[in-house]
């Protein structure tokens, strides 16, 4: 089975800070990755498909890229609203999210 | 407005059964692959299980498989998901999810989830 890593499993940032998340796959997905968010007692929210296709209505300062076994997530302007737990997902075949990376303000 | 609205979860006991059903509206059902994922309280997220828009493409996730069983009624825009054998470690929040219309008989991202249904199993 294909295992999903992420890296921080937290971190804390300051408004406008530029912030990156990093997902690994134990073998390579090409570019079957997704990045959900998910605020505290909410609903997972896609952000990204496919390794770096931003979702209809997500703010452009989310962004996504990697091909293969190494992805990341880049929030270049982050916001209050941008605190929340992210995951990536393999998706394609035996669907799998990464353990999650949680954002707060500093 | 697309929307998934869960029911059916509860307290059951160890070894027993339940049914979760998602109501879909919105959207054209028959034509979207559809998803269950679970999270346990304070943990993260596992998929469950899939279905390809006719029902023919089945999968679940090895820690269901055996156990779980899902299907659909394209006619009543509905998803479902029986559960048998139940185990303390199926306490979690259930979700369905749609599938990005992407691949064909295949999972992609989920693009639209249901409030979900919380499912405990305790004695």
């Known amino acids: 089975d294909i295992q999903m890593t992420q890296s921080p499993s937290s971190l804390s940032a300051s408004v406008g800070d530029r912030v990156t998340i990093t997902c690994r796959a134990s073998?390579?997905?090409?570019?079957?990755l997704a990045w959900y968010q998910q605020k505290p007692g909410k609903v997972p929210k896609l952000l990204i498909y496919?390794?770096?296709t931003l979702q209809s209505g997500v703010p452009s300062r989310f962004s996504g890229s990697g091909s293969g076994t190494d992805f990341t997530l880049t929030i270049s302007s982050l916001q209050p609203e941008d605190v929340a737990t992210y995951y990536c997902?393999?998706?394609?075949?035996?669907?799998?999210f990464g353990p999650g990376t949680k954002v707060d303000i500093k | 407005e697309v929307q998934l609205v869960e029911s059916g979860g509860g307290l059951v006991q160890p070894g027993g059964s339940l049914r979760l059903s998602c109501a879909a509206s919105g959207f054209t059902f028959s034509s979207y692959e559809m998803n269950w994922v679970r999270q346990a309280p304070g943990k993260g997220l596992e998929w469950v299980s899939y279905?390809?828009?006719?029902?023919?493409?089945?999968y679940y996730a090895d820690s269901v498989k055996g156990r779980f069983t899902i299907s659909r009624d394209n006619a009543k825009n509905s998803l479902y998901l029986q559960m048998n054998s139940l185990r303390a470690e199926d306490t979690a929040v259930y979700y369905c999810a749609r599938d990005l219309p992407i691949a064909v008989a295949a999972p992609d991202a989920f693009d639209i989830w249901g409030q979900g249904t919380m499912v405990t199993v305790s004695s």
């Open positions: 496919a390794a770096s």
């Open positions: 997902q393999k998706y394609n075949s035996a669907p799998r």
């Open positions: 073998q390579g997905i090409s570019n079957y």
């Open positions: 279905i390809s828009s006719s029902g023919s493409t089945i």
